[in-house]
């Protein structure tokens, strides 16, 4: 548990100061709503994650099979939105 | 080259350039390692979320961030009336009710309908799964400490010294020692909760089963059972309660004999605890009487021990374990500090989620939102504004099933392990109604508490 929990720090860590230099050094423009939408989009997948793993443990595959269909929808459908108007207008790309 | 390689160098020609120039694979990357950290927090939810019943830590204060205390227990706030309750005969329960026995048993007790019903399903060509042979006997055999022993004895049973007391006295501890004391004494015996309650005289029966008056007498210094009476001294002014968890993985398997394993493992387990606490109790000086269902209701005394609510199977929801629960009390003359009594948003929920009146096989428990005082049955006990339930249809159908029932209890959504998802759930729903009818609608979308209906209990035999 202890290890995992450091393991979430370390990842979130890496996360945090990819993201910061990106921002730093220009490559990435986040405007402060940018933020917000990631952050929130960060804990929507954890919570996805969380919930069909606890209800695996629990023996309840149906309601991890749900929460795949329903939140894991939601969350795919923020991603995509995420990345089309915010990220895709940003990403250069050789088309 | 590469789609890659080509918006690599795109980004590296520009590097002036206002805006992102964040290329797809940093992209991926960083979704990558944000994925990697929902992933751990993910496991981290899944090795964290060891149903509660596989030993967590018991007989501490149940009051946590979704209870809160209060003066008044909910049978006075939300619903209304029970003042007017008078002390209940246990003879007119439904277990032991002749006008009963007469309408639908053909005036012999219940069991023995209930036996002919066993019998005609295990001699069938193929016994439905659940009532087969070692189901129907794991059931029976599950209640032998219930059965066969003299736990609930008003006298002592030899397993406390009482002679020590001679030389060294009672124990004579304050009223908040003590009610740590029996609540870490349960804790060694088993999980569940504890919690202490002042009698109250009015949920204790009038007259036990067999028609012996139960008395509070300021004439006795011991409890004493006599043919004419059943005497209680009214120096016995603490009530000490008890939760005792059913076992967990059979619950889906409601209302199948297997799932009746669970039951008698509860009652036994009742007696077990009932008679260890009270015999502790005559060891440190005390009077102690041990009691399972008989002499008082259990569900009002736990709800004055602060261990739930009344639901509207008219049954004690727990906070921590739901309503897959037993209940034993040990009434004793220690001076014990009593608990309050708790408030968690069960009655509320109970108003929107009718899951175990949609999943009650005689249709006993009401589907009205509101509480009234419309009784049901006979056996009820009239005079409060709740939500009765028709106990009469209700062990009919025991009869019928050839096995008991407890179906509202395996379905209540309260039921879930201590798990976030459940506790941010049931914690939201303490707080406000708002949410209520959404969440019972997901327990059903996410197929919670499923019954012998969707569940076959060969599966758990061959787990």
């Given at each position: 548990m202890a290890l995992l929990m450091w393991l979430v720090g370390l990842f979130t860590g890496i996360a945090g100061v990819k993201i910061y230099g990106w921002v730093k050094e220009g490559k990435l423009e986040c405007q402060w709503y940018h933020w917000i939408i990631g952050v929130l989009w960060y804990l929507l997948g954890m919570f996805v994650i969380g919930f069909v793993g606890v209800s695996f443990a629990e023996g309840e595959p149906q309601a991890a099979g749900m929460a795949i269909l329903i939140f894991g929808g939601v969350f795919l459908v923020v991603t995509v939105l995420l990345y089309r108007f915010v990220f895709a207008k940003q990403i250069k790309t050789a088309a | 080259m590469s789609i890659q390689d080509r918006g690599d160098k795109m980004a590296e020609k520009q590097p002036d350039k206002k805006g992102l120039t964040l290329s797809r694979r940093d992209f991926l990357k960083s979704t990558g390692i944000a994925g990697l950290t929902a992933g751990a927090v993910g496991a981290s939810s899944f090795i964290n979320s060891k149903p509660a019943f596989a030993g967590e830590k018991t007989g501490q204060p149940i009051v946590d961030f979704t209870v809160k205390e209060v003066d008044q227990p909910k049978y006075k706030t939300f619903f209304e009336g029970s003042e007017n309750l008078k002390r209940f005969h246990q003879a007119n329960e439904a277990f032991k009710n002749k006008d009963l026995a007469k309408k639908n048993f053909d005036g012999k007790p219940w069991f023995v309908k209930y036996e002919e019903t066993v019998m005609q399903k295990l001699t069938m060509d193929k016994p439905p799964a659940g009532y087969t042979l070692i189901d129907q006997t794991l059931a029976n055999v599950s209640w032998t400490s219930y059965k066969t022993t003299n736990f609930f004895s008003w006298e002592p049973i030899g397993a406390a010294n009482l002679k020590r007391l001679e030389v060294v006295g009672k124990w004579e501890g304050t009223p908040e020692e003590n009610n740590k004391i029996v609540k870490k004494a349960a804790q060694m015996w088993g999980p569940g909760e504890t919690g202490v309650a002042e009698v109250n005289e009015q949920w204790f029966y009038s007259h036990e089963a067999n028609g012996t008056p139960i008395i509070f007498s300021d004439k006795h210094d011991k409890p004493v059972q006599t043919k004419e009476a059943w005497y209680i001294p009214k120096t016995m002014k603490s009530l000490i309660v008890m939760v005792i968890p059913m076992y967990e993985p059979v619950r889906k398997y409601v209302p199948s004999a297997l799932a009746g394993g669970a039951v008698g493992t509860g009652y036994s387990l009742m007696a077990e605890k009932a008679s260890k606490m009270a015999e502790f109790l005559?060891?440190?000086?005390?009077?102690?009487?041990?009691?399972?269902?008989?002499?008082?209701?259990?569900?009002?005394?736990?709800?004055?021990?602060?261990?739930?609510?009344?639901?509207?199977?008219?049954?004690?929801?727990?906070?921590?374990?739901?309503?897959?629960?037993?209940?034993?009390?040990?009434?004793?003359?220690?001076?014990?500090?009593?608990?309050?009594?708790?408030?968690?948003?069960?009655?509320?929920?109970?108003?929107?989620?009718?899951?175990?009146?949609?999943?009650?096989?005689?249709?006993?428990?009401?589907?009205?939102?509101?509480?009234?005082?419309?009784?049901?049955?006979?056996?009820?006990?009239?005079?409060?504004?709740?939500?009765?339930?028709?106990?009469?249809?209700?062990?009919?159908?025991?009869?019928?099933?050839?096995?008991?029932?407890?179906?509202?209890?395996?379905?209540?959504?309260?039921?879930?392990?201590?798990?976030?998802?459940?506790?941010?759930?049931?914690?939201?729903?303490?707080?406000?109604?708002?949410?209520?009818?959404?969440?019972?609608?997901?327990?059903?979308?996410?197929?919670?508490?499923?019954?012998?209906?969707?569940?076959?209990?060969?599966?758990w035999w061959k787990s």
């Open positions: - | 005559r060891g440190l000086g005390y009077n102690a009487i041990p009691m399972g269902n008989e002499i008082g209701l259990s569900v009002p005394m736990a709800i004055d021990a602060g261990l739930g609510e009344l639901g509207r199977h008219g049954l004690l929801v727990n906070p921590k374990w739901g309503s897959w629960i037993r209940i034993s009390k040990v009434l004793t003359d220690m001076p014990i500090a009593p608990d309050k009594p708790i408030d968690f948003g069960v009655a509320e929920f109970c108003r929107t989620c009718m899951k175990c009146a949609e999943n009650c096989p005689s249709e006993s428990i009401s589907f009205d939102k509101d509480p009234s005082y419309e009784i049901k049955c006979p056996s009820n006990n009239p005079g409060m504004k709740k939500w009765y339930v028709d106990t009469w249809s209700c062990l009919t159908f025991w009869t019928e099933n050839g096995a008991g029932c407890t179906n509202c209890q395996g379905i209540c959504p309260y039921n879930k392990p201590h798990t976030w998802i459940h506790d941010v759930v049931k914690g939201i729903s303490a707080k406000t109604t708002v949410f209520n009818s959404t969440f019972a609608a997901l327990d059903d979308i996410l197929g919670y508490g499923g019954t012998v209906d969707e569940n076959n209990p060969e599966e």
